[in-house]
């Protein structure tokens, strides 16, 4: 594999910043920003819901849309008194 030779200043000046705070050497930094910034692209690039899952998803959806009202099982007369206290 050939050389990577870099003459940006700033990604020079990075390279040694991030080597400098994790006591790597530069060559070692490098690497391990350059993994880490391929994660994050691949995680991007990655659906958050397979189709399966989103199909499961909105059907669940709509099955909930089909389930009727329900009803409460007490009424006011069941939670106040006569005289308008909690029963």
Known sequence: MAAL???NEEAIRLAHEIAESTGQ???AAV???L???LLRQEERRRPLLTDEERASLWQSLL???K???RT???SVEDLYNDEG???
């Open 63 to 65: 099955d909930l849309q």
């Open 85 to 87: 206290l909690p029963g």
């Open 25 to 27: 050497p530069v060559e």
């Open 31 to 33: 690497v391990m920003a």
């Open 72 to 74: 409460p099982g007490l």
């Open 35 to 37: 993994r880490s910034a």
């Open 67 to 69: 389930t009727p009202e």
């Open 5 to 7: 030779v870099i003459e």
